[in-house]
Protein backbone atom coordinates (compact mmCIF):
# COMPACT_ATOMS: atom_id res chain seq x y z
CA UNK A 1 0.00 0.00 0.00
CA UNK A 2 2.88 2.48 0.79
CA UNK A 3 4.92 1.79 -2.20
CA UNK A 4 1.04 2.60 -4.54
CA UNK A 5 0.66 5.60 -2.13
CA UNK A 6 -2.24 4.17 -0.40
CA UNK A 7 -2.30 6.07 3.15
CA UNK A 8 -5.53 4.61 5.04
CA UNK A 9 -6.57 0.74 5.06
CA UNK A 10 -10.39 0.99 5.80
CA UNK A 11 -11.31 -2.43 7.61
CA UNK A 12 -14.18 -4.12 7.08
CA UNK A 13 -14.17 -6.32 10.03
CA UNK A 14 -17.66 -7.44 10.86
CA UNK A 15 -20.71 -8.97 8.11
CA UNK A 16 -23.45 -11.24 8.28
CA UNK A 17 -21.29 -13.95 6.52
CA UNK A 18 -18.59 -13.38 9.62
CA UNK A 19 -17.52 -11.43 13.03
CA UNK A 20 -13.67 -11.21 12.59
CA UNK A 21 -12.79 -9.29 15.88
CA UNK A 22 -11.69 -10.78 19.16
CA UNK A 23 -13.60 -8.94 21.87
CA UNK A 24 -12.98 -9.76 25.58
CA UNK A 25 -16.84 -8.74 26.57
CA UNK A 26 -18.85 -10.60 24.28
CA UNK A 27 -17.15 -13.61 23.57
CA UNK A 28 -19.61 -15.68 21.43
CA UNK A 29 -19.05 -12.48 18.46
CA UNK A 30 -16.25 -15.31 17.74
CA UNK A 31 -16.84 -18.50 19.59
CA UNK A 32 -19.91 -18.24 17.44
CA UNK A 33 -20.47 -15.26 14.87
CA UNK A 34 -16.77 -16.18 13.30
CA UNK A 35 -18.38 -19.47 11.97
CA UNK A 36 -20.33 -20.61 9.46
CA UNK A 37 -21.51 -24.15 8.18
CA UNK A 38 -20.79 -23.67 4.22
CA UNK A 39 -19.96 -21.05 1.33
CA UNK A 40 -22.09 -19.71 -1.81
CA UNK A 41 -20.34 -21.45 -4.81
CA UNK A 42 -21.93 -19.30 -7.66
CA UNK A 43 -23.83 -16.50 -8.12
CA UNK A 44 -27.12 -16.24 -7.97
CA UNK A 45 -26.43 -18.19 -4.69
CA UNK A 46 -27.99 -21.67 -6.25
CA UNK A 47 -25.08 -23.74 -4.79
CA UNK A 48 -22.94 -24.29 -1.59
CA UNK A 49 -19.78 -25.90 0.16
CA UNK A 50 -20.78 -27.75 3.47
CA UNK A 51 -17.54 -26.71 4.57
CA UNK A 52 -17.43 -25.37 7.81
CA UNK A 53 -15.81 -21.61 7.59
CA UNK A 54 -14.21 -19.43 10.11
CA UNK A 55 -11.63 -17.29 11.90
CA UNK A 56 -10.75 -14.29 13.24
CA UNK A 57 -8.36 -11.89 14.83
CA UNK A 58 -6.87 -12.22 18.21
CA UNK A 59 -6.10 -8.65 19.58
CA UNK A 60 -2.29 -9.30 19.38
CA UNK A 61 -2.85 -9.77 15.86
CA UNK A 62 -4.87 -6.75 15.21
CA UNK A 63 -2.05 -4.44 17.10
CA UNK A 64 0.28 -6.09 14.93
CA UNK A 65 -0.75 -5.11 11.59
CA UNK A 66 -2.13 -1.72 12.50
CA UNK A 67 1.92 -0.89 14.07
CA UNK A 68 3.21 -2.70 10.72
CA UNK A 69 0.82 -0.08 8.85
CA UNK A 70 1.58 2.95 11.31
CA UNK A 71 5.43 2.56 10.36
CA UNK A 72 4.43 2.36 6.39
CA UNK A 73 2.30 6.38 7.11
CA UNK A 74 -0.90 3.95 6.77
CA UNK A 75 -3.81 4.27 8.98
CA UNK A 76 -6.02 1.50 9.85
CA UNK A 77 -9.86 2.85 9.83
CA UNK A 78 -11.74 -0.50 11.46
CA UNK A 79 -15.86 -0.43 10.01
CA UNK A 80 -18.28 -2.67 12.73
CA UNK A 81 -20.63 -2.49 10.22
CA UNK A 82 -24.34 -1.44 12.00
CA UNK A 83 -27.57 -1.53 12.14
CA UNK A 84 -27.39 -4.04 8.90
CA UNK A 85 -25.06 -6.48 8.00
CA UNK A 86 -25.00 -7.95 11.48
CA UNK A 87 -26.30 -11.59 11.39
CA UNK A 88 -23.14 -12.79 12.93
CA UNK A 89 -23.37 -10.76 16.18
CA UNK A 90 -27.68 -11.57 16.11
CA UNK A 91 -26.42 -15.49 15.37
CA UNK A 92 -24.60 -14.91 19.22
CA UNK A 93 -26.89 -12.35 21.08
CA UNK A 94 -30.20 -12.75 19.17
CA UNK A 95 -31.40 -10.53 22.49
CA UNK A 96 -30.37 -7.95 20.01
CA UNK A 97 -32.46 -8.27 17.23
CA UNK A 98 -36.37 -7.28 16.97
CA UNK A 99 -37.54 -10.86 16.94
CA UNK A 100 -35.67 -12.99 19.74
CA UNK A 101 -34.05 -15.29 16.24
CA UNK A 102 -32.87 -17.59 15.94
CA UNK A 103 -30.57 -16.66 13.58
CA UNK A 104 -27.70 -18.56 11.37
CA UNK A 105 -24.16 -16.51 10.33
CA UNK A 106 -25.03 -16.17 7.09
CA UNK A 107 -23.52 -18.77 4.30
CA UNK A 108 -24.23 -16.62 0.96
CA UNK A 109 -24.27 -12.59 0.35
CA UNK A 110 -26.69 -10.29 0.28
CA UNK A 111 -29.11 -7.88 1.82
CA UNK A 112 -30.68 -9.29 5.05
CA UNK A 113 -34.15 -7.99 6.58
CA UNK A 114 -32.63 -9.09 10.35
CA UNK A 115 -30.67 -6.17 11.48
CA UNK A 116 -29.94 -4.86 14.74
CA UNK A 117 -32.96 -3.30 16.93
CA UNK A 118 -32.65 0.13 17.30
CA UNK A 119 -35.37 0.21 19.93
CA UNK A 120 -33.57 -1.57 22.40
CA UNK A 121 -31.30 0.20 24.86
CA UNK A 122 -28.89 -3.28 25.11
CA UNK A 123 -27.61 -2.04 21.24
CA UNK A 124 -26.11 0.52 22.34
CA UNK A 125 -24.52 -0.91 25.54
CA UNK A 126 -23.39 -3.53 23.02
CA UNK A 127 -21.90 -0.77 20.67
CA UNK A 128 -20.32 1.11 23.37
CA UNK A 129 -18.71 -1.86 24.77
CA UNK A 130 -17.52 -3.20 21.68
CA UNK A 131 -16.30 0.79 20.64
CA UNK A 132 -14.58 0.68 24.29
CA UNK A 133 -12.35 -2.60 23.00
CA UNK A 134 -12.06 -1.72 19.82
CA UNK A 135 -10.57 1.98 20.68
CA UNK A 136 -8.01 0.53 22.68
CA UNK A 137 -6.64 -1.14 19.49
CA UNK A 138 -7.54 1.30 17.17
CA UNK A 139 -5.87 5.27 17.53
CA UNK A 140 -7.36 6.07 13.99
CA UNK A 141 -9.46 9.57 14.77
CA UNK A 142 -11.71 8.02 12.22
CA UNK A 143 -14.03 4.77 12.77
CA UNK A 144 -16.46 3.56 10.35
CA UNK A 145 -19.60 2.34 11.60
CA UNK A 146 -21.08 0.94 8.27
CA UNK A 147 -24.64 1.96 8.15
CA UNK A 148 -25.20 0.49 4.53
CA UNK A 149 -28.03 -1.80 3.24
CA UNK A 150 -30.19 -1.89 6.47
CA UNK A 151 -33.63 -2.38 5.67
CA UNK A 152 -36.66 -1.07 7.66
CA UNK A 153 -38.95 -4.50 7.68
CA UNK A 154 -38.15 -5.72 11.18
CA UNK A 155 -38.43 -1.89 12.55
CA UNK A 156 -42.00 -1.62 11.04
CA UNK A 157 -43.17 -4.35 12.86
CA UNK A 158 -40.92 -4.22 16.34
CA UNK A 159 -42.98 -2.88 19.18
CA UNK A 160 -39.32 -1.71 20.94
CA UNK A 161 -38.83 0.23 17.90
CA UNK A 162 -41.99 1.39 17.41
CA UNK A 163 -42.33 3.10 20.98
CA UNK A 164 -38.79 4.39 20.41
CA UNK A 165 -40.07 6.16 17.29
CA UNK A 166 -43.38 7.47 19.44
CA UNK A 167 -40.94 8.92 22.63
CA UNK A 168 -38.20 10.64 20.79
CA UNK A 169 -40.68 11.77 18.23
CA UNK A 170 -39.21 10.81 15.24
CA UNK A 171 -41.69 10.56 11.95
CA UNK A 172 -40.79 7.25 10.74
CA UNK A 173 -38.03 4.26 10.28
CA UNK A 174 -35.41 6.38 8.46
CA UNK A 175 -35.16 8.82 11.07
CA UNK A 176 -34.76 6.17 13.54
CA UNK A 177 -32.15 5.27 11.67
CA UNK A 178 -30.66 8.55 11.46
CA UNK A 179 -31.43 8.60 15.41
CA UNK A 180 -29.43 5.44 15.49
CA UNK A 181 -26.81 6.88 13.81
CA UNK A 182 -26.49 10.11 15.48
CA UNK A 183 -25.95 8.35 18.60
CA UNK A 184 -23.45 6.01 17.67
CA UNK A 185 -21.90 9.17 16.41
CA UNK A 186 -22.19 10.83 20.04
CA UNK A 187 -20.91 7.79 21.59
CA UNK A 188 -17.80 8.16 19.37
CA UNK A 189 -17.79 11.47 19.64
CA UNK A 190 -17.57 11.60 23.76
CA UNK A 191 -14.20 8.87 23.16
CA UNK A 192 -12.72 11.42 21.29
CA UNK A 193 -13.05 9.69 17.90
CA UNK A 194 -14.91 11.14 14.58
CA UNK A 195 -17.62 8.72 12.71
CA UNK A 196 -17.25 7.76 9.11
CA UNK A 197 -20.45 5.99 7.70
CA UNK A 198 -21.41 4.60 3.97
CA UNK A 199 -24.50 7.09 2.39
CA UNK A 200 -27.02 5.94 3.86
CA UNK A 201 -26.19 7.23 7.20
CA UNK A 202 -28.06 10.07 5.08
CA UNK A 203 -31.02 9.16 5.14
CA UNK A 204 -33.27 10.96 7.92
CA UNK A 205 -30.55 13.29 8.44
CA UNK A 206 -27.05 13.50 8.81
CA UNK A 207 -25.41 13.63 12.07
CA UNK A 208 -23.34 16.02 13.16
CA UNK A 209 -19.62 16.43 11.42
CA UNK A 210 -20.10 12.53 10.02
CA UNK A 211 -17.71 11.95 7.68
CA UNK A 212 -19.25 10.28 4.26
CA UNK A 213 -18.44 7.35 1.98
CA UNK A 214 -20.34 8.01 -1.16
CA UNK A 215 -20.31 4.53 -2.66
CA UNK A 216 -23.73 3.85 -4.35
CA UNK A 217 -23.37 6.60 -7.15
CA UNK A 218 -21.84 10.20 -5.87
CA UNK A 219 -24.90 11.72 -5.28
CA UNK A 220 -24.18 11.41 -1.50
CA UNK A 221 -20.77 12.51 -1.80
CA UNK A 222 -21.75 15.87 -3.58
CA UNK A 223 -24.66 16.72 -0.98
CA UNK A 224 -22.53 15.93 1.97
CA UNK A 225 -19.59 18.29 0.95
CA UNK A 226 -22.54 20.43 -0.04
CA UNK A 227 -23.37 20.40 3.33
CA UNK A 228 -19.57 21.00 4.67
CA UNK A 229 -19.09 17.38 5.60
CA UNK A 230 -15.99 15.27 4.77
CA UNK A 231 -16.41 12.59 1.89
CA UNK A 232 -14.66 9.95 0.52
CA UNK A 233 -15.42 8.72 -2.90
CA UNK A 234 -15.76 5.47 -3.85
CA UNK A 235 -18.87 4.96 -6.32
CA UNK A 236 -19.23 1.43 -7.17
CA UNK A 237 -18.75 1.88 -10.87
CA UNK A 238 -15.57 3.27 -10.66
CA UNK A 239 -13.83 2.49 -7.20
CA UNK A 240 -15.23 -1.51 -6.48
CA UNK A 241 -12.20 -3.57 -7.15
CA UNK A 242 -13.79 -6.53 -6.73
CA UNK A 243 -16.35 -6.13 -9.97
CA UNK A 244 -15.05 -8.39 -12.59
CA UNK A 245 -12.36 -6.72 -15.07
CA UNK A 246 -12.16 -8.99 -17.49
CA UNK A 247 -14.52 -11.76 -19.25
CA UNK A 248 -16.58 -13.15 -16.22
CA UNK A 249 -16.16 -17.00 -17.77
CA UNK A 250 -12.46 -16.25 -17.09
CA UNK A 251 -12.65 -15.00 -13.43
CA UNK A 252 -13.16 -16.33 -10.08
CA UNK A 253 -16.86 -15.78 -8.92
CA UNK A 254 -17.11 -12.66 -7.52
CA UNK A 255 -20.28 -10.00 -7.03
CA UNK A 256 -20.47 -8.93 -10.76
CA UNK A 257 -20.40 -5.57 -12.58
CA UNK A 258 -17.61 -4.90 -15.07
CA UNK A 259 -14.93 -2.80 -14.57
CA UNK A 260 -11.60 -2.58 -16.51
CA UNK A 261 -8.38 -1.02 -14.91
CA UNK A 262 -8.65 2.23 -17.41
CA UNK A 263 -12.00 3.08 -16.33
CA UNK A 264 -11.15 2.83 -11.87
CA UNK A 265 -7.97 5.36 -13.45
CA UNK A 266 -10.49 7.60 -15.25
CA UNK A 267 -12.18 8.32 -12.00
CA UNK A 268 -12.37 12.07 -11.13
CA UNK A 269 -13.10 12.14 -8.02
CA UNK A 270 -13.74 16.47 -7.83
CA UNK A 271 -17.12 16.13 -9.82
CA UNK A 272 -17.82 19.18 -11.39
CA UNK A 273 -21.63 19.21 -9.87
CA UNK A 274 -19.10 20.20 -6.22
CA UNK A 275 -18.96 23.98 -6.10
CA UNK A 276 -15.25 24.97 -6.55
CA UNK A 277 -15.37 26.19 -2.67
CA UNK A 278 -16.47 22.45 -1.44
CA UNK A 279 -13.82 21.14 -3.27
CA UNK A 280 -11.96 20.83 0.21
CA UNK A 281 -14.25 18.73 1.73
CA UNK A 282 -13.13 15.42 -0.84
CA UNK A 283 -10.71 14.26 1.34
CA UNK A 284 -9.65 11.15 -0.94
CA UNK A 285 -10.87 7.72 -2.66
CA UNK A 286 -11.49 4.72 -1.89
CA UNK A 287 -11.25 1.12 -3.92
CA UNK A 288 -12.85 -1.17 -2.17
CA UNK A 289 -12.45 -5.04 -2.35
CA UNK A 290 -14.78 -7.07 -0.85
CA UNK A 291 -13.80 -10.19 0.40
CA UNK A 292 -12.27 -13.20 2.93
C1 LIG B 1 -21.41 -1.64 0.39
O1 LIG B 1 -20.82 -1.99 -0.63
N1 LIG B 1 -22.45 -2.30 0.85
C2 LIG B 1 -21.00 -0.47 1.14
ZN1 LIG C 1 -36.64 -3.37 17.11
Known amino acids: MAHYKLN ?21 LTGIGAWRRGTQLARPAETFDRLPHGGYYTKEQIRDIVSYAGKRNITVIPEIDMPGH ?71 ECPKCQEKIRAEGLK ?35 AENAMVMSWRGEEGGI ?16 MYLDYYQGTPEAEPINIGGNLPLEKVYSYEPLSPRIPEENHRYVVGVQGNLWME
Open 86 to 156: TLAVLAAYPELSCTGGPFKVLEHWGIQKDVMCAGNEQTYTFIEDVFDELLEMFPSEIIHIGGDEAPKDRWK
Open 172 to 206: DEHELQSYFVKRVGKLLQDKGRKMIGWDEIMEGGL
Open 223 to 238: EAAKMHHEVVMTPTSY
Open 8 to 28: VFHWHLTEDAGWRIEIDKYPL
